[in-house]
């Protein structure tokens, strides 16, 4: 039995991580018309924090787009531990074709998650289906090209029902397919991650993961890092994997998938296109520069691949 006060605790990284991503919105790191309709408040955070979400965000995205202008506009995107992510109204904006755009988390999150879309016109605008009908329960919604479900990801049978074929979400496991997980595996136990992989690699014909979350969290500075996430009550279950680049991507090739790669995000922010970068780098004074770069020593972003044999996407060649 899972412990419900580290859940709680966990639940709870996803108000901080949307905090963060507010005020780093806010000074201009990025744009997002659609994160207010989630967080009203957010603290203003250390300078150090908002380029490491910038750095985040914008890995991530380059390596969706990458994914997507190569796989055409039936993709499906699948972001598990989503929290209250707005990345489906934001490549919506950027006029990006996908196909089914699915998102779980804990029925907790998703019901909240719910209850705030349901507000919203905004929110709810790029939702509607063809007869105009979006389907709520208290923990699901299901929309034309966008579905959210709540559910644990360390329980099989949850995940199956949810993402599996002939589920309320549509996915079609014959398509090309693109898992996200954000700060999410560290917090589930090894073996729970290993059935997750196994199941996503053994039934997705062409399949591409991107994960980003702590590496190097064995040396001094991840201690603290251990530390400061543990005094929330979050147990770190899953931080073996978060030891080292090839623990990273060791993960993914024992659970079945053809390869891997993985990048700190020293590398990652190096790979930004330098005008953006030379952009934000004026919106604030940055004094810690070493705090910085240990930042970015102690993030990355992995990503994993499995193809049919007989598929053409050639997903191992998406990189920075
Ligand atoms: C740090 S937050 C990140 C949220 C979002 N990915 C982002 O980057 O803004 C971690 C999220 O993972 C979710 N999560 C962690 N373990 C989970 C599990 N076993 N099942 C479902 N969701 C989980 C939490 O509820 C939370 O929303």
């Given at each position: 039995?899972e412990?419900?006060?580290?859940d709680e605790?966990?639940?709870?990284t996803?108000?901080?991580?949307?905090?963060?991503k507010?005020?780093?919105?806010?000074?201009g790191?990025?744009?997002?018309?659609?994160?207010?309709?989630?967080v009203?408040n957010?603290?203003?955070?250390?300078?150090?924090?908002?380029?490491?979400y910038?750095?985040?965000?914008?890995?991530?995205?380059?390596?969706?787009?990458?994914?997507?202008?190569?796989?055409?506009?039936?993709?499906?995107?699948?972001n598990i531990?989503?929290?209250?992510?707005?990345?489906y109204?934001?490549?919506?904006?950027?006029?990006?074709?996908?196909?089914?755009f699915?998102e779980?988390?804990?029925?907790?999150?998703?019901?909240?998650?719910?209850?705030?879309i349901?507000?919203?016109?905004v929110l709810l605008?790029?939702?509607?289906?063809?007869?105009?009908?979006?389907?709520?329960?208290?923990?699901?919604?299901?929309?034309?090209?966008y579905?959210?479900?709540?559910?644990?990801?360390?329980?099989?049978?949850?995940v199956?029902?949810?993402l599996?074929?002939?589920?309320?979400c549509g996915l079609?496991?014959?398509?090309?397919t693109?898992?996200l997980?954000?700060?999410v595996l560290v917090?589930?136990?090894?073996a729970?991650?290993?059935?997750l992989?196994?199941?996503?690699?053994?039934t997705?014909?062409?399949?591409?993961?991107?994960s980003?979350?702590?590496?190097?969290?064995g040396?001094?500075?991840?201690?603290?890092?251990?530390?400061?996430?543990?005094?929330?009550?979050?147990?770190?279950?899953?931080m073996?994997?978060?030891?080292s680049?090839?623990?990273?991507?060791?993960?993914?090739?024992?659970?079945?998938?053809?390869?891997?790669?993985?990048?700190d995000?020293?590398?990652?922010?190096n790979?930004l296109?330098?005008?953006?970068?030379?952009?934000?780098?004026?919106?604030e004074?940055?004094?810690?520069?070493e705090?910085?770069?240990?930042?970015?020593?102690?993030?990355?972003?992995?990503?994993a691949?499995?193809?049919?044999?007989?598929?053409?996407?050639?997903?191992?060649?998406?990189?920075?």
């Amino acid at each position: 039995m899972e412990s419900i006060v580290g859940d709680e605790a966990i639940i709870a990284t996803n108000d901080n991580a949307s905090e963060c991503k507010r005020c780093a919105v806010q000074i201009g790191y990025w744009e997002d018309k659609y994160i207010n309709y989630f967080v009203r408040n957010s603290e203003r955070k250390a300078p150090e924090i908002n380029r490491g979400y910038y750095a985040r965000i914008k890995g991530i995205e380059l390596l969706i787009q990458k994914f997507l202008l190569k796989c055409g506009k039936n993709s499906q995107i699948i972001n598990i531990g989503a929290g209250f992510d707005t990345l489906y109204w934001r490549l919506k904006d950027e006029g990006l074709e996908f196909g089914n755009f699915v998102e779980m988390d804990f029925p907790t999150v998703t019901s909240r998650k719910c209850h705030l879309i349901k507000k919203s016109r905004v929110l709810l605008e790029k939702l509607h289906t063809e007869d105009g009908e979006v389907r709520f329960s208290s923990t699901d919604l299901h929309g034309s090209g966008y579905h959210l479900v709540g559910g644990d990801l360390r329980s099989l049978s949850e995940v199956k029902s949810k993402l599996g074929a002939g589920g309320e979400c549509g996915l079609d496991p014959s398509l090309p397919t693109l898992f996200l997980s954000e700060c999410v595996l560290v917090y589930m136990d090894a073996a729970s991650t290993g059935r997750l992989l196994d199941w996503i690699s053994s039934t997705f014909s062409a399949v591409f993961f991107i994960s980003y979350e702590q590496i190097n969290i064995g040396d001094k500075f991840g201690e603290v890092m251990q530390r400061n996430l543990r005094s929330r009550g979050c147990t770190l279950a899953g931080m073996e994997a978060c030891l080292s680049k090839e623990a990273q991507q060791q993960r993914f090739t024992s659970h079945g998938w053809d390869g891997s790669k993985c990048w700190d995000m020293v590398e990652v922010y190096n790979a930004l296109p330098q005008n953006d970068v030379q952009r934000i780098e004026l919106l604030e004074f940055l004094d810690e520069r070493e705090l910085l770069l240990q930042l970015f020593q102690h993030y990355c972003i992995t990503v994993a691949w499995r193809e049919a044999p007989d598929s053409k996407f050639d997903l191992s060649s998406i990189d920075f």
